[in-house]
T-cell receptor, first 111, second 113 residues
C-alpha cells in the first residue's frame, strides 16, 4: 500500500513558466518531507525539504508548500528552465531515515 | 572529494547466479540504504543499516542479502532467489536520525541474461 502518491506521471511546461508538482500522503505520522530530482541513469539528488511544523519552505527557484490537513504537498519551480527536465520524487518519513517515496513525476521543460 | 560510489555501473547476471553490488561512502555517515527502482515506480527500500554490524529488512528484502562490516561499505547481494532482479539499484547514506536527508550514489543497473 503506497503511502506517498504522485498522481501525475508527467508534466510538460514551457520555459520560463511555473511548474507545479503535487504529492499526497496517507500516513498522518509523517513529519518530514523531501523532494528529490533524478536524471536518467543517475542517483536522485536532494532538492528541498520541509518539516511538518512549517507550511512553506523556499530555496531559490524552488518552493515547497505543505498542507497537513489535506495531507498534501506541492513543489513549485519558478521560472522553469530546460535543466529542470528530470523526474521528481516526493518522499516522506516518520522515523529514523526510513523514507517512503512516491512514483515520481517526469517534468519536461520545452523552449 | 566526498561522496557515494557504486560499482559496477552495469551488471549482468545469469540464471541461478548470485551477484554482489558494491556501495562505498566516505561521508562518515552512520546509516546506509539500498533501494530498487523499476519503471513507473518509486524507490522501494530493500535493506537499511543504521550502524555497523546491524541491518534491517526494508519493504522488499526477499531474495537479497547485505552485510555491514565497515562503516563505509554496504554491499548488496542479489541471490538466485530473487526472481525478478532486473532493475536499477540505488545506494544511499545519511547521518542517521530524524528529519534526515539521504545522499544517493549513481546507481547500478542489473540485467539478467
Amino acid at each position: 500500500d503506497q503511502q506517498v502518491k504522485q498522481n501525475s506521471p508527467s508534466l510538460s511546461v514551457q520555459e520560463g513558466r511555473i511548474s507545479i508538482l503535487n504529492c499526497d500522503y496517507t500516513n498522518s505520522m509523517f513529519d518530514y518531507f523531501l523532494w528529490y530530482k533524478k536524471y536518467p541513469a543517475e542517483g536522485p539528488t536532494f532538492l528541498i525539504s520541509i518539516s511538518s511544523i512549517k507550511d512553506k519552505n523556499e530555496d531559490g527557484r524552488f518552493t515547497v508548500f505543505l498542507n497537513k490537513s489535506a495531507k498534501h504537498l506541492s513543489l513549485h519551480i519558478v521560472p522553469s528552465q530546460p535543466g529542470d527536465s528530470a523526474v521528481y520524487f516526493c518522499a516522506a518519513t516518520d522515523s529514523w531515515g526510513k523514507l517512503q517515496f512516491g512514483a515520481g513525476t517526469q517534468v519536461v521543460v520545452t523552449p | 572529494d566526498g561522496g557515494i560510489t557504486q560499482s559496477p555501473k552495469y551488471l549482468f547476471r545469469k540464471e541461478g547466479q548470485n551477484v554482489t553490488l558494491s556501495c562505498e561512502q566516505n561521508l562518515n555517515h552512520d546509516a546506509m540504504y539500498w533501494y530498487r527502482q523499476d519503471p513507473g515506480q518509486g524507490l522501494r527500500l530493500i535493506y537499511y543499516s543504521q550502524i555497523v554490524n546491524d541491518f534491517q529488512k526494508g519493504d522488499i528484502a526477499e531474495g537479497y542479502s547485505v552485510s555491514r562490516e565497515k562503516k563505509e561499505s554496504f554491499p548488496l547481494t542479489v541471490t538466485s532467489a530473487q526472481k525478478n532482479p532486473t532493475a536499477f539499484y540505488l545506494c544511499a547514506s545519511s547521518w542517521g536520525g530524524n528529519e534526515e536527508t539521504q545522499y544517493f550514489g549513481p546507481g547500478t543497473r542489473l540485467l539478467v541474461l
